[in-house]
């Protein structure tokens, strides 16, 4: 059973586009070198390899230097958005003084399209289409929120929004479990380091589970829900995503393949897959 509509490329709207940005994602946020950055660094503040045109100078390098964090970060479209559509080109380099403002939009934005992405999936999943009034409405918040004034995006109670589309995503994902007939099927308590080579891993809810440096070689992933779950170094070589629930670039990116993984049309091949 086919688990997407045709309209997927909705999801494209929401790739992230570097060249588009100030380099947001390496200033705004905090990391530390325990996550795969270079550095510990506190938000606010420039990565120590960011240069004065937002590129990265070890962006070739990433893979060599082991930069898992900075390799495995997904903006979800954010980063543009914030520069070019809510501050028009301004930067936090040209308006100093607007630095903090900017930094703090860009964190609540980022929240926002993520879940967007999650809601615009939604849209497209056959059997939530019973849903698709509920998920509009939330979809029409998003879109509000994110073009009104810099103050009332920072003010927005994103935790609240966020409880709200989580009911309606378990609704979905609750949906899709029974139409695959899949309510009852057994998952799996661990997933950590352990080997999954061909096993039937279809319509099982991945949701928050910890699948690192799992093997999914050759699994097949159809109507599997994988909504916010950690797949840092699971290898997904040879296996079959294409129908895969709310998987995003991020865990793609986190995760290890090769070009035979096939992939849902809306999701790129990270520069680590060969
Ligand atoms: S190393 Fe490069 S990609 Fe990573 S945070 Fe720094 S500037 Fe950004």
């Known amino acids: 059973m086919k688990i997407h509509n045709e309209n997927t490329m909705l999801l494209q709207s929401l790739k992230s586009d570097c060249s588009k940005c100030s380099g947001l994602c390496c200033t705004a946020l905090f990391f530390s070198e325990m996550d795969g950055f ?12 960011l240069q004065k045109d937002f590129r990265c100078k070890i962006h070739g390098e990433l893979e060599k230097r082991n930069m898992k964090g900075c390799i495995g970060y997904d903006c979800f479209g954010a980063g543009q958005q914030v520069t070019q559509s809510i501050y028009s080109g301004q ?7 607007q630095a903090k403002e900017i930094f703090d939009v860009f964190i609540v934005v980022f929240q926002l399209y993520q879940i967007r992405y999650f809601l615009l ?17 939330l979809l029409e918040e998003n879109e509000l929120i994110c073009s009104s004034k810099p103050q009332d995006i920072i003010i927005f109670d994103v935790e609240g929004y966020r409880s709200r589309v ?3 995503l378990k609704q979905v994902c609750n949906l899709l479990q029974k139409s695959l007939g899949c309510e009852n099927k057994k998952c799996p308590s661990d997933f950590l380091g352990r080997n999954f080579k061909n096993k039937d891993m279809r319509g099982l809810d991945l949701s928050t589970k910890l699948l690192i440096a799992a093997n999914f070689n050759n699994c097949v992933f159809d109507g599997t829900i994988f909504l916010g779950a950690d797949t840092r170094d699971a290898d997904f070589s040879n296996a079959d ?10 865990q793609i990116n986190s995760a290890k393949g090769n070009r035979k993984t096939k992939l849902p049309q809306y999701l790129d091949y990270p520069i680590t897959w060969r």
């Open 121 to 137: 999936e939604s849209i497209v999943i056959f059997p939530a289409q019973v849903l698709k009034n509920d998920i509009e409405a």
């Open 166 to 168: 989580n009911v309606l």
């Open 241 to 250: 995503l294409r129908d895969a629930v709310y998987l995003s670039q991020g």
């Open 38 to 49: 270079p550095e510990n660094k506190a938000a606010g503040k420039p990565c120590m390899n």
């Open 91 to 97: 930067t936090w380099q040209s308006v100093p003084e």
